[in-house]
């Protein structure tokens, strides 16, 4: 079945490029396209996309406002943020907003396909680029708000392993070939995993690996 994307971005040159590269990944079709983030609800009720593609700064609603309307509607489609900002702190209010990935503007096909493949797959994507950035932005969270470790994760060795790979933005199939798994046993592992500590989604991963110190900024 094609996977439907819906393009949202003030720059039409942007909307042109992005839409080349789909064009030449098996799977996926552009099926509508806005230069407003007011647009986005309308264009969803009508489109039914089953991933939005969306800029956060746009000249009259932001990203993240549209992000949160969408939210608000219950809409249940996938949105990656695909995006020219690195700033640390943008980027946690996406996540923490609901996108399901992070990917930069200036990324190449085959990581736009691997953040596809990832949200299609009910995965999450950080581009590997600004991963070490979220986990900057978590430790500095984690000692504003948490000081103190409270928490016992009960995770296997395997486990850990696993989340800290999943932490530094490595899709299921890099940590499957990583640790020479095969791709159901990670996602088994990766499904337990957020079952057993109660968070499902990559900044609340993040957050929970940086205060309980799974992982560091060394790591």
């Known amino acids: 079945m094609t996977c439907k994307l819906l393009l949202v971005d003030d720059h039409s040159l942007i909307r042109?490029?992005?839409?080349?590269?789909?064009?030449?990944?098996?799977?996926?079709?552009?099926?509508?396209?806005?230069?407003?983030?007011?647009?986005?609800?309308?264009?969803?009720?009508?489109?039914?996309?089953d991933i939005i593609l969306l800029d956060i700064s746009m000249r009259?609603?932001?990203?993240?406002?549209?992000?949160?309307?969408?939210?608000?509607?219950?809409?249940?489609?996938?949105?990656?943020?695909?995006?020219m900002h690195t700033d640390p702190e943008l980027i946690m209010r996406s996540l923490e907003s609901g996108a399901h990935g992070y990917l930069l503007k200036d990324t190449t096909a085959t990581e736009l396909e691997q953040a596809l493949t990832a949200l299609r797959c009910d995965e999450?994507?950080?581009?590997?680029?600004i991963a070490h950035t979220v986990i900057n932005q978590a430790l500095l969270k984690a000692k504003t708000n948490t000081p103190e470790t409270t928490e016992n994760h009960n995770l296997t060795a395997r486990q850990l392993e696993i989340l800290r790979l999943i932490v530094r933005g490595k899709s299921t199939r890099e940590i499957a070939n990583g640790l020479g798994l095969s791709i159901k046993t990670v996602e088994t592992h990766r499904s337990q995993i957020m079952k057993r500590l109660q968070i499902y989604d990559v900044a609340g991963l993040v957050l929970f690996a940086v205060r309980e110190q799974i992982i560091s900024l060394d790591d």
């Not at 999450?124 to 680029?129: E, K, N, V």
């Open 16 to 49: 042109a490029g992005v839409r080349a590269l789909v064009s030449d990944i098996p799977g996926y079709t552009v099926v509508g396209e806005a230069n407003d983030g007011n647009q986005l609800s309308e264009l969803v009720r009508r489109l039914d996309p």
């Open 60 to 83: 009259s609603t932001s990203g993240l406002d549209a992000l949160a309307q969408l939210r608000a509607s219950n809409s249940r489609c996938k949105v990656l943020i695909l995006s």
């Open 124 to 129: 999450r994507y950080l581009s590997p680029a």
